[in-house]
């Protein structure tokens, strides 16, 4: 399980699940920019110190040429890969519905086999407590579960 954020920057966590594969992380003090951190639920955790102006700023090098240019600023952008019926029922959905999608929002591409829904996700402002303080338990832009 995991999720993703903005507060100002990203924040983001992923929580391992007990007794299923393996899961080291060695400090469990103070965080400082780009360190991992063990919590209590042995999730680890990351504050990625950019500016929420450059989130989307810099496509990545990996993105489909489909989607060159569909990334918003201040917004994350999603992709979810789909094969087989799952990926001709996302085709078929978008031809019907893509229409009444909010332009530059979510967008299909190809990758090999594989057909991707991307959907650009607007980060949220959240102001950083102090350094003495926890997180405030607020959640997140895009989670996800496995």
Not at 45 to 70: N, Q, Y
Not at 96 to 119: E, F, H, N, R
């Amino acid at each position: 399980m995991g999720q993703v954020g903005g507060n100002g920057s990203v924040v983001w966590q992923n929580q391992h699940r007990g007794k299923r594969g393996k899961f080291k992380c060695k400090d469990r003090g103070k965080l400082k920019h780009d360190e991992l951190g063990l919590g209590e639920a042995l999730d680890v955790w990351g504050h990625d110190d950019i500016p929420m102006a450059d989130i989307g700023k810099d496509p990545p090098a990996d993105l489909e040429p489909e989607l060159k240019g569909f990334q918003q600023r201040e917004h994350f952008l999603v992709r979810l890969r789909f094969d087989g019926p799952e990926a001709d029922a996302i085709r078929k959905w978008f031809a019907a519905y893509g229409k009444d999608v909010p332009q530059g929002m979510v967008k299909l591409a190809t990758s090999g086999g594989c057909t991707i829904l991307a959907i650009n996700v607007k980060a949220l402002f959240r102001k950083e407590p102090d350094d003495d303080k926890p997180w405030p338990d607020l959640p997140f832009e895009i989670r996800y579960d496995w």
